[in-house]
């Protein structure tokens, strides 16, 4: 706690309002698990003004979960609904799917302990439905568990028993490392007790009992050794019933380390032809000889890529950052690449902003963004520019990710337009064309939002926009392959042992 409320007073003292309102949300969470329900109410409200006023949806959406579960375990059940709700409605609107499995379990939740199992029901499989189609095995446990109960209750027995076999089988597949040591650990337990039981059953058998002086001393003797035999017996029973159970656990660790093996010589394979497609740095230092790229994906293959060609004796170069990351990034990457190259080599465009207008029109019709009722939120955030190798004139423009360049010390931001490629109902929008004059030793730094946005440090927040702004400048002068060490060496001691939040991708040019 003291941590959470130190965090919150930097917070306000920086202005960082999205830094407070998650401040805000972990002192609630504290009081939350302490019971004290009144405290956390307090701090999740003020959690959720700020991420109302900053425009958070998923920070919203997550404080109002945590309101409903404040409100279902006070048992104000209509306004625990009426915020889960709520919660549900950013989500499905956003389309931020692990949470609605979450929230559809809350409401599920809800419902059953109201007594209306059949709403109750109809949450838990809408949930349970989901987490299947996101591969979130934690929600599939608690669902499955919790339609396990429902139809137990409904008298819907066969439905109850393949829910409990499912449960089971989630448990299991999510039993880690620790929780194997610790079945180990029971079975020589048992072991242990079941020897010291047999050793003293040979020591009570050894005992002459017709030597006892009365009937009674043989009774109690008696009762003693079958106590012993029971004993016995019951230990031997668990005894089996665990190393059961870790043979079972054992060959699903093999089964799911097989199929493991097998998606990741895939997903290889998937890394062998991006990279085979996408520019290689060999041929972007045959264009700028003097740069660098810190490439860092968060997965095996990446959503991040850079694109560089020629055109008019002008050099074209683009740093983009593709929706999500991994496989679905990459193939996003891969259509982003070949659309750049038709729009530039085919249609013979080389102005910035007219280049990102078309890319923009293409992803939209490609995705088919551009139908009534279209959901589907696919694009890409990317710096683009153009160098004009006569003049050293620059050109430049950006959806959502800026080009800094550093002059004699000073940082200037050539800023983006707010809005990505295939951004929907945004076609009719143009991109800005900014032109600045080059100067020898120029710095240009191109970039996807992946460093600045790595959670990390001892308040376990993200890295932002300004220290990565002073970071260049410190370094500006190194020589390109010392600069690129320290931002990587910079990033691994922030993020430490907490997981690489994006892909990264940082380009610097120097003129």
Known sequence: MKIFLASLKTRKEMGDKFGMAYSYSDIGSVYYDQGNYSEALK???ASLKIQEEIGDKKGIASSYSSIGNIYSNQGDFQEALKNHF???KIQEENGIKPEIAST???????????GDITKAITYSEKSLIIAKEVGRIVTMKDASFSLFQEYKKMGQHQKALKMHELYIQSRDSIINEKTQKEIMSQ??????????LADSLNFMNQKNISDLKNEGERKVEQNKRYTLYAGLGLVMIFSLFIFNRFRVTAKQKKVIEHQNLQIVESINYSKQIQEAVLPSEKKFRAFFPDSFILYKPKAIVSGDFYWVGEKNNKIICAVVDCT????????MSLLGNNLLENIIKKNDIINPALILDSLNEEITTVMKQDKERSTIKNGMDLALITIDKANGQLEYAGAHNPLYVLRNGELSELKADRMPIGSLNKISAHFTNHVMELKKDDMLYMFSDGFPDQIGGPERKKFFYKPFKELLCNIQQLALSDQKQKLDETIITWKAEYEQTDDILLVGIKI
């Open 43 to 45: 701090n999740y409200e």
């Open 86 to 88: 709520a919660a549900l």
């Open 104 to 114: 559809c379990l809350n409401i599920g939740s809800v419902y059953e302990k109201m």
């Open 187 to 196: 079975q020589f337990k048992y072991d242990y007790d079941k020897k010291a």
């Open 324 to 331: 999500g990351h991994g496989v679905p990034g990459a193939f």
